[in-house]
């Protein structure tokens, strides 16, 4: 597999998360470890279907202490601080701190061996970063305020937490694709036991919100960390890093058609940017190693 090849099925990833605020506001109000262990298992179980036609798949299940610690710290740490600091601060400032992770991905990558900071992707990244906090801003006033500190610790963490994941799987290359199912199922579990000890159970009340549910796992925390893990892994990981900051736009222009939000100059601004970031990252970068 080509390292193009590798960046474009990573890219796919950005593209099924730009579905997350859709498919989750259609789930109705299921609390956020229930529908992470619903989810996650659901995700868990893609992964599995694919040893139906390999059935040494399973044995990536066999990984050593170091991954599986990196695995559930990815998936089920990230989810849970992210959880933990929507319930503590503002959505609008808790994932304007959150999408520190792309940025952070762009900077970790620096860290991996024959691996080299280039300035276009860190322009890229900035910019990217910047529609991030047009967008944002866009939606209404932000409200700072030392109370929702240890929200906005959890939010940043957050974002520590899924860029390390995200680059140091490159350094765990040989690690199967296939042990992502197991994560995922280990994470539905653990969410599982959060639910229990913090949340009251909410079930799904109609047909459209299990159907949302289900194309939920299937995608945005199924497939998703699937293709992710093949572009961290063997793709241009700078360049991922920098593309990720489109998944707000994409998300809001998908609530647009859905009829869940309004189109605005914002939102037509914040595109400008987050497409200006990257073309700085791929045309300059690609320049920069001619």
Known sequence: MTTRTATTIGFTAVLLWSLLALLTAATGTI????????????????????WIARPEGIKALRQKPVVWALGLGGLFGYHALYFAALRL?????????NYLWPLLIVLFSSLLPGEHLKRAHLVGAFLGFAGVVVLIAGRGALDARTEYLPGYLCAL???????????????????????????CLATSA?????????????????????????????????????????????????????????????????????????????????????????????LMGRSARA
């Open 31 to 50: 609390p956020p470890f229930q529908l992470a262990a619903m989810t996650f298992l659901i995700g868990g179980l893609v992964g599995m279907t694919s």
């Open 89 to 97: 601060a503002p959505p609008a400032e808790s994932g304007l701190i």
């Open 157 to 183: 963490v957050a974002a520590f937490v899924w860029g390390g994941y995200s680059v140091l799987s490159r350094r765990f290359g040989q690690v199967p694709t296939d042990a992502v199912a197991g994560f």
């Open 190 to 282: 653990l969410s599982l036991v959060c639910h229990w000890l913090f949340e009251t159970t909410v079930w799904p009340e109609t047909s459209m919100q299990w159907l949302a549910l289900i194309g939920l796992g299937i995608g945005p925390v199924g497939a998703a960390f699937y293709v992710w893990d093949i572009g961290m892994k063997r793709g241009d990981i700078r360049l991922l890093g920098v593309a990720s900051y489109a998944t707000p736009v994409l998300s809001t222009l998908i609530l647009v058609a859905a009829g869940y939000a309004e189109p605005t100059l914002t939102l037509a601004l914040s595109c400008g940017l987050i497409v200006a970031g990257a073309l700085v990252a791929t």
